[in-house]
């Protein structure tokens, strides 16, 4: 048995064409490794779109090559992200799903008793697989899912089976996210073969006790220019599992190797080997201008239009530029702690907490995520600015319940 984990593709993230262009590219070149592995199925854990809404030109894309797995008889089942899951619970995986191109594996509902989350199992007709998971939310408003899983049917529950999950593990987090608001691996229910995680854009695979192999693939195509000049590049895991054959052996190679491979079983467990693959689509170059003591004109001529114009004549296929660290002794400076956007949006939010006080703190702070998280959205195609601001309002008075 083969299959393959993705996670964070995060299609029409890029404001530039031609960046987009090279995030599609991932997407479909991952695609065709999978076919070329003859992998059995596919998991997406989480932020297939940038947004709830995406492009109709990114939709078309992305469905017509879900109709090309479907035709070759190859599953795709995936869980909603905190990007493509909107406010109001809607997301374009229902879509996706209602035309049979995939299957939400977050399925279940609350026991009127006992105020527990049942999830249920999706099985994968040709291996047998056992799959569930939960969804993510930003600023770890999905921690209150995990609080009130119920943990027992999913730990008892025989067979390979595989966790899909779509937030921050305090376990896994990579040393410059350390500041990052996370949650426990605890929170997550034990004896699974594979938990296949998203939203952490950093290559982490860990073996727990109890639980089995706990991953972040990274994600499919960098997101934004610190995750170009950290990653350079995105992948996914491919794991392979040898049926019937068992070992307590657990041999991980070097981080720093090309493919990162990991022989892990424990008792009673198959042997699965995962493989790290990476996606290059394109090559990249970076460079750093000392711009210390140097007056905006000295700098705008040592990044004139004749040397960005030279580099395109040689043959560079999109040039970018990072003014993120640049500052005027003439400004105070203003110091947050480095990370991914929202995590300094929290920090922020965080910061200036109780000014006003309406409400509790931790019911401003979740109030405050969802009402930036519910104005986050953009006009749809077709729709007319009167009823863009009626949609906004609707939703305002939703969340602050007016």
Same mark, same amino acid.
């Given at each position: 048995?083969?299959?393959?984990?993705?996670?964070?593709?995060?299609?029409?993230?890029?404001?530039?064409?031609?960046?987009?262009?090279?995030?599609?590219?991932?997407?479909?070149?991952?695609?065709?490794?999978?076919?070329?592995?003859?992998?059995?199925?596919?998991?997406?854990?989480?932020?297939?779109?940038?947004?709830?809404?995406?492009?109709?030109?990114?939709?078309?894309?992305?469905?017509?090559?879900?109709?090309?797995?479907?035709?070759?008889?190859?599953?795709?089942?995936?869980?909603?992200?905190?990007?493509?899951?909107?406010?109001?619970?809607?997301?374009?995986?229902?879509?996706?799903?209602?035309?049979?191109?995939?299957?939400?594996?977050?399925?279940?509902?609350?026991?009127?008793?006992?105020?527990?989350?049942?999830?249920?199992?999706?099985?994968?007709?040709?291996?047998?697989?056992?799959?569930?998971?939960?969804?993510?939310?930003?600023?770890?408003?999905?921690?209150?899912?995990?609080?009130?899983?119920?943990?027992?049917?999913?730990?008892?529950?025989?067979?390979?089976?595989?966790?899909?999950?779509?937030?921050?593990?305090? $376990?896994?987090?990579?040393? @410059?996210?350390?500041? !990052? +608001?996370? %949650?426990?691996? =605890?929170?997550?229910?034990?004896? /699974?073969?594979?938990?296949?995680?998203?939203?952490?854009?950093?290559?982490?695979?860990?073996?727990?006790?109890?639980?089995?192999?706990?991953?972040?693939?990274?994600?499919?195509?960098?997101?934004?220019?610190?995750?170009?000049?950290?990653?350079?590049?995105?992948?996914?895991?491919?794991?392979?599992?040898?049926?019937?054959?068992?070992?307590?052996?657990?041999?991980?190679?070097?981080?720093?190797?090309?493919?990162?491979?990991?022989?892990?079983?424990?008792?009673?467990?198959?042997?699965?080997?995962?493989?790290?693959?990476?996606? $290059?689509?394109?090559?990249? @170059?970076?460079?750093? !201008? +000392?711009? %210390?003591?140097? =007056?905006?004109?000295?700098?705008? /001529?040592?990044?004139?239009?004749?040397?960005?114009?030279?580099?395109?004549?040689?043959?560079?296929?999109?040039?970018?530029?990072?003014?993120?660290?640049?500052?005027?002794?003439?400004?105070?400076?203003?110091?947050?702690?480095?990370?991914?956007?929202?995590?300094?949006?929290?920090?922020?939010?965080?910061?200036?907490?109780?000014?006003?006080?309406?409400?509790?703190?931790?019911?401003?702070?979740?109030?405050?995520?969802?009402?930036?998280?519910?104005?986050?959205?953009?006009?749809?195609?077709?729709?007319?600015?009167?009823?863009?601001?009626?949609?906004?309002?609707?939703?305002?008075?939703?969340?602050? %319940?007016?």
């Amino acid at each position: 048995m083969k299959y393959a984990h993705l996670a964070d593709l995060h299609l029409g993230s890029w404001r530039d064409e031609k960046m987009r262009a090279l995030s599609t590219k991932a997407f479909l070149q991952a695609i065709d490794i999978c076919e070329e592995e003859k992998v059995d199925f596919l998991i997406f854990a989480g932020d297939l779109f940038n947004t709830a809404l995406p492009s109709l030109d990114t939709l078309k894309i992305v469905t017509r090559k879900l109709k090309y797995l479907h035709d070759k008889n190859i599953p795709l089942y995936a869980i909603a992200g905190s990007h493509d899951f909107s406010p109001s619970g809607k997301t374009m995986l229902d879509v996706l799903e209602q035309a049979g191109l995939l299957k939400n594996v977050c399925k279940g509902k609350v026991d009127p008793e006992s105020k527990l989350l049942n999830l249920n199992f999706t099985i994968d007709q040709k291996t047998g697989v056992k799959l569930c998971g939960l969804l993510g939310r930003r600023g770890l408003l999905d921690r209150a899912y995990y609080e009130n899983l119920n943990l027992q049917n999913l730990e008892e529950e025989p067979g390979y089976k595989i966790f899909m999950f779509h937030t921050t593990l305090t $376990e896994l987090k990579p040393k @410059h996210l350390e500041k !990052l +608001d996370s %949650q426990p691996a =605890s929170f997550l229910p034990k004896n /699974f073969n594979y938990y296949a995680g998203g939203h952490i854009h950093h290559p982490t695979l860990l073996e727990l006790d109890n639980y089995g192999t706990l991953t972040y693939p990274g994600a499919l195509f960098p997101n934004n220019f610190g995750e170009i000049e950290r990653y350079s590049k995105g992948g996914f895991y491919i794991i392979e599992v040898e049926d019937n054959k068992t070992t307590d052996s657990y041999n991980t190679l070097s981080n720093q190797t090309t493919e990162q491979i990991v022989n892990k079983t424990s008792n009673q467990k198959p042997r699965q080997q995962i493989r790290w693959i990476p996606l $290059e689509v394109i090559k990249h @170059h970076h460079f750093e !201008l +000392d711009c %210390q003591n140097k =007056s905006p004109a000295v700098v705008s /001529f040592e990044l004139s239009k004749e040397v960005i114009e030279q580099l395109y004549q040689q043959g560079a296929y999109f040039i970018m530029k990072n003014t993120a660290e640049l500052n005027s002794e003439a400004y105070e400076e203003i110091s947050l702690s480095s990370g991914d956007s929202e995590s300094m949006e929290e920090e922020i939010i965080k910061e200036h907490l109780q000014q006003i006080t309406l409400f509790e703190k931790e019911r401003e702070l979740n109030l405050t995520k969802t009402l930036l998280q519910a104005l986050n959205t953009t006009k749809k195609e077709g729709e007319t600015v009167t009823d863009f601001q009626q949609r906004i309002e609707e939703e305002t008075n939703r969340v602050l %319940q007016i």
